[in-house]
């Protein structure tokens, strides 16, 4: 062979790849991606995101008695981190001291005039009863000196001797009149010492109790556990900074991490499927490939309305079966909730539905060739759809349009099957559910089909 005979075979040799390469590559982009139609029972899920919390916590309250003297709310100065272990007794948090600080100043100011005020009622009274009793016991000797009058004038005319006895009858009757307002006297200084007494003993109690509740402004944990930031009524967690009102002081909680209960919130058009003893299957964001149980337990009956959403959506709350303990509060989970089950239908993936203005169809295979052929669809799950009239079991059905789709034309089904399968919706009938107190969870409903 001759180097040029060599180097035209070379040149042939690549030439053969480069046509063959082509070849293969629009062969490979050619390949369809197709479904089979399978047959059989048919989940209605309800798929949405919630938020782990706890079935029972203990709460770590602030100080007891804010509303007794008069402090309505009060800030989180410091707390430790969300999620933190703490032993019992151990510090949790510290309360802002701004306001009942100031409290306490002016009751021991308060306090110090009332001191003062006392004393001088208390000196008061005593120089008011010291002249009463000395007025008392000048009467008593000038009482007694008319009756030495009155024995020294017997001697005397009977005119005298009676202008002596009428002065004694005056002197005990003055005698007697200043002992009485004695008396009064000593009552009414009794009642002043009382009242004034009564007011500084009652702003004494009021600083203790001040006092009492300055003490209770460091926040300790009631026992062992993790400490969880409440959330407020917006649902934004109670860190530093945020109000702790008289009413609900409670700063954190302590939750059973033992039950969990998954928090989801159901959008109005699907809150109808959902009934407690529902089964649920649970995932984990944080790990996927934890797969737990668990069963409605609360559907709420009043919907709401939550920030920057404009639908109303319905709480509804799913125990979780499982213990686990990489479980933690504030865990976002997926939520499957198996609301029906509908038995012995056709089912494809729902991406193999296309529609044409009102118009279902699937690009369904046909030996070597692809029609565009008209369906009838039912309920739909988050990733396959039910079929009830168009296509058979096994069929195949393509996930991708093929080339030129848009010059097939749709294969219509009759208008007699079109008219039979609007007249005749699929009906649900509950399963007979579970005893109450054998332990099992109800059973889903399970959804036919008129024939």
Not at 83 to 98: F, I, N, W
Not at 360 to 387: C, L, P, T
């Amino acid at each position: 062979m001759t180097r040029k005979n060599y180097i035209y075979l070379i040149a042939g040799v690549i030439v053969l790849a480069i046509i063959a390469y082509f070849f293969f590559s629009k062969n490979n982009k050619g390949e369809q991606v197709t479904a089979k139609v399978k047959h059989g029972n048919f989940p209605i899920e309800v798929t949405t995101t919630g938020e782990l919390i706890a079935k029972s916590s203990e709460k770590i309250y602030g100080p007891q008695g804010l509303r007794q003297i008069q402090i309505w709310q009060v800030k989180i100065q410091d707390i430790i981190p969300d999620g933190t272990v703490v032993d019992s007794g151990q510090y949790v948090a510290s309360l802002d001291r701004t306001e009942i600080s100031n409290k306490i100043k002016d009751e021991e100011t308060n306090l110090e005039k009332l001191e003062s005020q006392m004393t001088k009622t208390r000196l008061d009274t005593s120089l008011e009863l010291r002249s009463a009793r000395d007025e008392l016991i000048n009467l008593q000797y000038a009482l007694e000196e008319k009756k030495i009058t009155l024995d020294q004038s017997k001697y005397e005319p009977p005119a005298t001797i009676r202008q002596v006895q009428i002065d004694l009858e005056k002197g005990q009757r003055a005698f007697e009149q200043a002992e009485k307002n004695y008396k009064l006297r000593y009552q009414k200084a009794v009642a002043n010492m009382q009242e004034v007494s009564a007011s500084y003993n009652q702003a004494q109690r009021k600083l203790e109790q001040m006092t009492d509740v300055l003490k209770q402004f460091n926040v300790l944990a009631p026992k062992a556990g993790m400490v969880i930031y409440k959330r407020n009524w917006d649902g934004n967690k109670m860190g530093v900074g945020a109000t702790v009102n008289a009413w609900d002081n409670v700063v954190a909680e302590l939750p059973d991490l033992s039950e969990m209960i998954s928090k989801t919130y159901i959008n109005e058009i699907d809150i109808s499927k959902v009934k407690t003893g529902q089964q649920v299957q649970i995932g984990i964001d944080a790990f996927p490939e934890k797969k737990f149980t668990g069963k409605v337990i609360e559907v709420a009956n009043i919907g709401e309305q939550l920030q920057n959403s404009n639908a109303k959506v319905y709480e509804v709350r799913i125990v979780v079966n499982e213990f686990d303990s990489i479980l933690r509060p504030a865990m976002t989970t997926k939520n499957k909730i198996l609301t029906s089950i509908v038995d012995s239908v056709l089912f494809i993936p729902i991406e193999a539905i296309f529609n044409n203005d009102s118009v279902a169809f699937v690009y369904k295979k046909d030996g070597g060739s692809v029609v565009k052929q008209h369906v009838i669809v039912g309920q739909s799950n988050d990733n396959e759809i039910i079929i009830r009239a168009g296509l058979q079991q096994e069929d195949e059905v393509l996930l991708v349009p093929p080339e030129k789709s848009d010059k097939l034309a749709i294969e219509m089904l009759s208008k007699e099957i079109i008219a039979k399968y609007k007249e005749k919706p699929p009906v649900v009938k509950p399963r007979k559910p579970a005893v109450k107190d054998s332990g099992k969870s109800q059973s889903p409903p399970t959804v036919i089909f008129k024939k």
